[in-house]
């Protein structure tokens, strides 16, 4: 996230709305952006000035020179992991292809999917390395790694004074007192009084007391990429022993090094150095009712899903979203019969993961609380591979107090969250925008902690019983995750878009008559979405049969682009698709290298969107309508 709150990349942009106006001057705009990774409906500005670029109707050429030129340029805009390169391949490259290049891969990543993904350390300019290895066979794309900041947000020594949050909604008018899960969880997690308030305001404490004890019973996976989380925490123990299924890291133990591959951590340890992740994780599932501690959204019933992608000193492109495509390969083979899988995607993991029954549910929700103003092709294909194994990325919309887009949250196919504060209204520096979908408390939460400094592999008391306050998007998203995860438990055959739909439905439309609070037509408000999230009231129509159908509000089928030229398939190509009527990217990528075609996921049902390639200097585009209840093929052919 950015400024003080959360998870940042440091980036000097200024993003401005483009002009809809000449179509040469859209072109030129949309195929930059895309190259670099960023939406279609902005022009991007830093030193190197591309807005400037198009100042004179589109005079550039779109040869293969400009673009690398245009993707470099950005590049320096941006804060870059110097010297470093993320390069896709066909999986029969090797890494001593980069050898005669005076670079060197530092981690290779295989998703056994016929492709491979090299992080490459060059030892001269990156830029030139990345020109030259474009041209090598087998090669379908070089990026520059983008840094992330380290994790901040706002910490509190002390209990923050208590203020008996306002629940403004005809449902439940006044002011709520806070009341403990089941027979008193006040009384059985003895720091819970400290964290109740956003439980409280999100009618989650309702829930649990109303539907825990029959109805919340399917056990339910999830997911967390951030700074790993304290395995050793109290709050993280059930009867059953650690509620951490498997913990990964693309990051070594207490560095920003980089694993080759990612590294199994062991659930005996604690490798987060932040303290962030443990926070995050706490919110959504610290073991609820067991004498310790808080009470997590999910509380039972929950196996957690941990990976650590970054780090006290930061992160990158590829160590957050290489744990990602990561994630996205072990559900996929989670859905499997243990049988018939791939054991190789599950090396170095407990062995007790190979046997692991065959996953169900058809929702795996994952909480990224980070992101940042441009997204690149490589970020774009791990989300893809995600949304497309039944992933719900859950992602915070960063601390600006703006409307400005941050990235991955304004993609489509995930769900982005925004923070309220005690008075359940905006937080002051959460970010708005027509992306968002639902708010979350977010401020002054009370979660599990490591104490921010011991994280050294020992059982200290200020490892197992270490509690903090924090404040961000960050806080409001795994609100929002544990949330998903809780009403899992209740019904675990909900779709994705189904549970999303849920939600928003089902929020509570606060701050009503405030600048804040003008919500539209739909029910929308560009700083709340469609609301505050209402525990109660989405478990409520769960037991009612509620849910959404299907389909009703976004697609749960793909839009499947194939580029041709002359009726053979065109490998390498870049794709962008994005809402029409108000210009936002929903999504970037390249075709691939079997068969030239490329995926997006999760758009909104009868949407209107516009899909465009550059045809060798013509900006050519294709109308689309977002499919309800079937895959949607499209054919782009290039001229011969």
């Not at 409906?41 to 109707?57: C, I, L, R």
């Not at 520096?429 to 592999?457: K, L, M, Q, R």
């Not at 924090?470 to 409001?476: E, F, I, L, N, W």
């Amino acid at each position: 996230m950015n400024e003080r709150h959360n998870m940042q990349i440091k980036n000097t942009i200024h993003q401005k709305r483009a002009l809809k106006t000449a179509v040469p001057i859209l072109a030129a705009a949309a195929f930059a952006a895309v190259l670099a990774g960023c939406p279609t409906g902005f022009v991007q500005t830093g030193s190197g000035g591309t807005a400037g670029a198009f100042s004179g109707g589109g005079a550039h050429s779109f040869g293969a020179e400009w673009v690398a030129e245009q993707q470099e340029g950005r590049g320096k805009d941006e804060t870059v992991s110097e010297g470093y390169s993320i390069v896709k391949a066909a999986d029969f490259v090797t890494a001593d292809v980069f050898t005669a290049l005076n670079t060197a891969a530092e981690s290779r990543q295989d998703l056994h999917d016929g492709y491979v993904y090299f992080l490459v350390k060059s030892h001269g300019d990156a830029a030139q390395f990345r020109a030259a290895v474009r041209k090598l066979n087998g090669i379908l794309y070089a990026q520059p790694d983008y840094r992330y900041d380290a994790p901040k947000a706002i910490q509190r020594d002390e209990k923050p004074p208590y203020r008996t949050p306002k629940v403004r909604t005809s449902v439940h008018p006044g002011a709520l007192k806070p009341f403990g899960t089941g027979d008193g969880n006040v009384n059985e997690d003895p720091k819970a009084d400290l964290a109740d308030w956003g439980l409280t305001a999100a009618h989650a404490l309702e829930a649990f007391k109303a539907y825990d004890a029959s109805d919340a019973v399917h056990p339910v996976l999830t997911a967390i990429v951030d700074s790993g989380v304290n395995s050793l925490h109290e709050d993280f123990y059930d009867k059953g022993g650690s509620i951490i299924l498997y913990a990964k890291s693309s990051l070594k133990r207490g560095s920003d090094v980089i694993c080759d591959p990612l590294e199994s951590v062991p659930i005996s340890d604690n490798w987060d150095d932040v303290g962030h992740g443990s926070h995050c994780a706490g919110t959504i599932a610290a073991v609820g009712n067991n004498g310790k501690g808080i009470c997590g959204v999910s509380h039972a019933n929950t196996k957690l899903i941990a990976y650590r992608g970054l780090s006290r000193t930061g992160g990158s492109s590829y160590s957050v979203y290489s744990c990602l495509g990561d994630l996205a390969e072990i559900i996929t083979e989670l859905r499997k019969e243990p049988a018939s899988r791939n054991k190789s995607v599950f090396t170095g993991l407990p062995a007790d993961i190979k046997t692991y029954p065959k996953l169900t549910q058809k929702t795996v929700p994952v909480n990224i609380s980070l992101g940042g103003y441009s997204i690149h092709p490589y970020e774009v294909e791990m989300m893809n591979k995600a949304l497309a194994a039944g992933i719900l990325p859950v992602i915070a919309m960063a601390n600006d107090g703006k409307t400005v887009a941050s990235y991955p949250a304004a993609l489509q196919g995930v769900l982005a969250v925004g923070a309220t504060s005690m008075d359940d209204t905006k937080a002051p520096f959460s970010n708005g925008g027509s992306w968002i979908s639902v708010c979350a408390p977010g401020e002054s939460i009370y979660s599990c902690y490591n104490n921010g400094t011991d994280w050294s592999n020992t059982l200290s008391p200020t490892l197992r019983e270490s509690y903090t306050w924090m404040s961000g998007t960050s806080m409001a998203t795994p609100f929002v995750t544990g949330t998903i995860t809780y009403l899992l438990s209740m019904n675990p055959d909900m779709s994705p878009y189904q549970i999303k739909t849920l939600l928003e439905n089902t929020a509570d439309k606060i701050d009503r008559g405030s600048p804040y609070g003008r919500y539209d037509a739909r029910g929308f408000s560009k700083w709340y979405g469609y609301g505050r999230v209402n525990v109660l009231k989405a478990a409520q129509a769960i037991k009612n049969g509620s849910v959404p159908a299907q389909g009703q509000t976004y697609s749960e089928k793909a839009v499947i682009i194939t580029v041709k030229k002359g009726g053979a398939v065109q490998k390498n190509k870049t794709v962008w698709l994005y809402e029409k009527q108000s210009g936002l990217c929903a999504a970037a990528g390249m075709t691939d290298e079997k068969n030239g075609t490329i995926r997006f996921y999760g758009l909104k049902t009868g949407t209107e969107y516009e899909v465009g390639i550059n045809d060798n200097g013509t900006y050519k585009t294709k109308p689309i309508t977002a499919p309800a209840d079937s895959d949607i093929y499209i054919d782009f052919e290039l001229n011969k």
